[in-house]
């Protein structure tokens, strides 16, 4: 409830707001049916009064105060009851000041709002408000305190995450409902809405390894020496034409798929929280990994190579050398390394 006051001075009017003067003016005839609630902010400026319905009846609502002695305003308050929700999906609000024209000792102007209900970005998320309409044609705000959940059954284009929803894939016309459980005696009520997602297609996609060469954890020799890794880390990244790449390495619509061309099953794709990498399964040799998404159909391939120690070449030499000294090359061997063995 407002409370504004008009003052009138010959033929000229003026109304100002009088609601943190004369909030605690206002009573209610019957407090079983309604009553009256007063806000104040941090500051004690801003004021509000609130009427809380209690029960079903009738409760003549009047203001008065010491300074006019009379009842300024009158109103009542009916019972209502709740007719269905109202969702509405905000990407975003662009808006429009019309002209200016004297009102009184200030100036107005119009001001057109437009809500709109596209996600054009992976960055950008649409708020979805959710609005109870009353029987006497007034909304209400509603939100998690009234059990409010919001769900869709196109998981694939959008993700939901409370009262926001991000793009994953464009479409249009994508399903959008809103479930309340504690909202007046009407029991769960559901409101229906749909948004839109629009994302920037990509140019190309850019693909690459930490290692193009790695091993297995359980070869002796090149995993224990430190120019053979036993995994190599996949990094991502889509390129645009109009916007910085975007790196996808921890994105949950990327696509690495290193079985299709693997006929030798040489690799297999782990996951850790800073994205993908690829581990030996066991044979030696070379193989393509895909590297797709599931929001665009732009794919690449990237080549990883398994080795694996085959033999194991053995040259001996004196140390230090001495004149007529020469240099045993033994071939592949089986060594055996001990204490008095200083060059081999």
């Given at each position: ?15 100002l707001p009088l609601t943190s003067l004369l909030a605690t003016h206002v009573t209610s005839s019957n407090p079983s049916v309604a009553t009256i609630r007063v806000e104040r902010g941090p500051n004690e400026r ?299």
């Open positions: 409830m407002s409370i504004r006051g008009t003052f009138q001075l010959g033929s000229d009017t003026v109304e801003f004021v509000s009064v609130r009427v809380d319905g209690k029960g079903r009846g009738l409760a003549n609502l009047a203001f008065s105060n010491s300074l006019a002695g009379v009842a300024l305003i009158t109103g009542s308050n009916e019972a209502v009851s709740v007719q269905g929700l109202i969702v509405t999906p905000i990407a975003g609000i662009s808006m429009t000041i019309g002209s200016w024209a004297a009102y009184g000792p200030t100036f107005a102007a119009a001001l057109d709002v437009e809500l709109r209900s596209t996600i054009l970005s992976d960055e950008e998320r649409a708020y979805i408000g959710v609005h109870a309409v009353f029987s006497d044609g007034k909304l209400a705000v509603v939100g998690p305190q009234h059990g409010l959940s919001l769900s869709t059954a196109a998981t694939s284009n959008v993700a939901v995450d409370g009262q926001w929803i991000s793009g994953l894939t464009t479409g249009s016309g994508i399903p959008l409902v809103a479930t309340v459980t504690n909202l007046g005696c009407r029991g769960i009520l559901r409101g229906y809405s749909s948004v839109s997602v629009l994302l920037p297609v990509p140019l190309r996609v850019a693909a690459s390894l930490s290692a193009a060469t790695i091993t297995t954890n359980d070869d002796p020799i090149l995993s224990a020496s430190e120019g053979v890794g036993v995994r190599s880390y996949v990094n991502v990244a889509l390129q645009y034409a109009s916007r910085e790449d975007q790196v996808m390495n921890v994105d949950s619509r990327l696509v690495i798929d290193a079985d299709s061309l693997d006929s030798q099953d040489l690799v297999r794709v782990d996951y850790t929280t800073e994205g993908p990498f690829l581990v030996a399964n066991g044979p030696a040799g070379t193989t393509e990994i895909i590297i797709a998404f599931t929001h665009t159909s732009i794919t690449t391939t990237i080549s990883v190579t398994v080795i694996r120690t085959a033999s194991i070449n053995v040259i001996v030499s004196p140390c230090p050398a001495y004149p007529g000294s020469t240099v045993f090359f033994g071939g592949p061997a089986s060594v055996e390394c001990t204490y008095y063995c200083c060059c081999c």
